[in-house]
């Protein structure tokens, strides 16, 4: 039973990564995207969007971080994937559920899942370029429009190469709007044999247990649940094994979110530290009342030095 964190384009960067994993309860993450086009990217690119890979692939406490690529051209994806496994990463991950027009106009992430044919030619040019280099993953959504090709589109990653397969359960058209479709899983995991992990819509033990049943997954890949409750992994791991369990106390995370300020700060043009901050806290706020009371108290303030001051004396406060 793994539990991954979700790639989120702008939410989920190596910053958030180190602090949620030293939190514990993370068996795998995967980094947001890094766009392929026509060409063969430079070391740098890999390294901005997986500084891990100083680390051999590996966030401090210990965690492997796969890097995954979002593109259309199976010969440059293919070119790149080895690129970032001869740099060190743990596993490759391909993106065929990105739902951004932006992303869908120029014929990458979710559009991708209207042409089966294409998904097996990328997936196989990937992997046979791998030549086992690397672990190679997909991951997808149940479709661009509607459900109608989901199955042929897992048959056809499966068929391709791809040695585990991630399922937001939802389609493009549908969004992050609730639902999520867990027993589509569930019918997914029927005509495929490769290991399968659950995405989507999952806030809580109630909710992971709920998407266990349903997609008859093992594995779970949680992600704006994670960003509000960055507890919530070791919770569910916890509580599956009959353990009582309760949520630490707010101090502890207070500390984590100086660190991520911090961390923030160091690398982040000042202009933008303040908006990380405020994203995180607008997420913790749906399960820390603590957290709506600091972000009411800072929501105002674009001065980074004015926010640290302002998270020691909440500090202060809750001790």
Not at 220 to 242: D, F, H, T, W
Not at 268 to 288: I, S
């Amino acid at each position: 039973m793994r539990i991954f964190l979700a790639p989120m384009d702008g939410l989920t960067d190596h910053i958030m990564r180190e602090v949620l994993t030293d939190l514990g309860g993370i068996d795998v993450c995967v980094t947001e995207f890094v766009r392929i086009t026509n060409t063969l990217l430079p070391n740098k690119v890999f390294y901005r969007a997986c500084p891990e890979l100083w680390n051999n692939g590996y966030t401090r406490s210990g965690v492997p971080v796969r890097v995954q690529l979002l593109g259309s051209d199976p010969v440059c994806l293919a070119e790149n994937a080895v690129r970032a496994a001869e740099l060190g990463a743990p596993g490759v991950d391909l993106n065929f559920g990105c739902p951004a027009k932006v992303v869908n106009r120029n014929k990458g992430g979710a559009v991708l899942l209207t042409d089966p044919e294409n998904l097996f030619k990328i997936v196989s040019a990937t992997r046979r370029a791998l030549d086992g280099k690397s672990p190679l993953s997909a991951k997808m959504r149940l479709g661009y429009e509607d459900k109608s090709l989901a199955l042929e589109c897992a048959a056809a990653i499966e068929e391709g190469g791809a040695q585990e397969l991630i399922v937001h359960a939802r389609t493009k058209t549908e969004g992050y709007r609730p639902p999520a479709y867990w027993d589509w899983i569930a019918k997914i995991r029927e005509v495929v044999t490769i290991p399968v992990i659950a995405n989507g819509e999952v806030w809580s033990f109630q909710d992971y247990e709920r998407c266990q049943q349903q997609s008859h997954c093992s594995d779970v890949m949680i992600g704006r649940g994670l960003i509000s409750n960055p507890y919530l992994a070791s919770e569910c791991k916890a509580r599956l094994q009959g353990l009582n369990y309760t949520d630490p106390d707010w101090l502890l995370l207070h500390d984590a979110l100086t660190v991520f300020f911090q961390r923030v700060v160091e690398e982040m043009e000042p202009q933008c530290a303040a908006g990380r901050l405020k994203q995180w806290l607008h997420y913790l706020r749906r399960h820390f009342s603590d957290a709506e009371d600091f972000f009411q108290t800072i929501r105002r303030e674009k001065s980074p030095q004015a926010i640290t001051e302002r998270l020691q004396a909440s500090k202060l406060m809750t001790v």
